[in-house]
């Protein structure tokens, strides 16, 4: 069965700095590769996903992620944090023809 | 012009009640899910349907059941209500034969007193 691991509960970044937050993933075949963004009160929003091809793929409000095949790692980046960044972060994985799974989250705080 | 809409937003209602939550999509997409999240965020998949067809029915009490009448409408009707399922509830779409990403609603916070 697929699964996600986001090991870090929180992750905290002055603002201008560059940010990472790490996901590893576990799944049967090739992996299909999520980054949800969620705010208060909000629903997920879809920020990039890695499906095949260049290993790294770039997303909106100037997200990129690097798929790493043999860490089989997919940790998201920015160059440099803005404090309206401070969210919580979803990884995701599935594999052909099954359920995508999310991560736990991880709480993205920028400081001004 | 919202994706994917669900309503109530808030829903506040006491054990034992029926109750149920709404969600519509207008992006044309073929599949259709319930995720329930918790109060520490996790998210977990309830239902999901595939052209009206039921593909995911996760371990989830039988007092939960999805009803898709179309593509574009999947509700969830909730029996006999418990403390337990005060949760978010949130609805989404996507493009399952693209292995599409996933569009959610808003959410649909349930307190169950």
């Known amino acids: 069965a697929q699964s996600v691991a986001q090991p870090e509960d929180q992750v905290n970044v002055a603002e201008g700095n560059p940010l990472t937050v790490k996901c590893t993933y576990s799944?049967?075949?090739?992996?299909?590769l999520f980054w949800y963004v969620q705010y208060p009160n909000r629903g997920l929003q879809f920020l990039l996903k890695?499906?095949?091809?260049?290993?790294l793929v770039k997303g909106s409000y100037g997200f990129e992620a690097e798929f790493n095949k043999s860490q089989t790692s997919f940790h998201l980046k920015k160059p440099s944090a803005l404090v309206s960044d401070s969210a919580l972060y979803f990884c995701a994985v599935r594999g052909l023809f099954q359920k995508l799974v999310f991560g736990t989250g991880t709480r993205l705080l920028v400081s001004p | 012009d919202t994706a994917v809409s669900q309503t109530p937003k808030y829903l506040v209602t006491q054990m034992g009640n029926d109750k149920s939550i709404k969600c519509e999509q207008n992006?044309?997409?073929?599949?259709m899910y319930w995720y329930k999240q918790d109060s520490k965020k996790f998210l977990k998949i309830m239902f999901s349907?595939?052209?009206?067809?039921?593909?995911i029915n996760e371990t989830v009490p039988n007092r939960f059941s999805p009803k898709s009448p179309d593509k574009a409408h999947l509700n969830l009707h909730i029996n006999s209500l418990e403390l337990g399922d005060s949760a978010v509830y949130f609805c989404?779409?996507?493009?399952?034969?693209?292995?599409?990403?996933?569009?959610f609603g808003e959410g649909s916070r349930l307190t169950v007193l």
């Open positions: 989404a779409s996507s493009q399952e034969r693209t292995v599409g990403e996933l569009f």
């Open positions: 349907y595939n052209n009206k067809e039921l593909i």
């Open positions: 992006l044309g997409h073929d599949t």
């Open positions: 799944v049967s075949g090739n992996p299909y």
């Open positions: 890695y499906i095949t091809g260049d290993n």
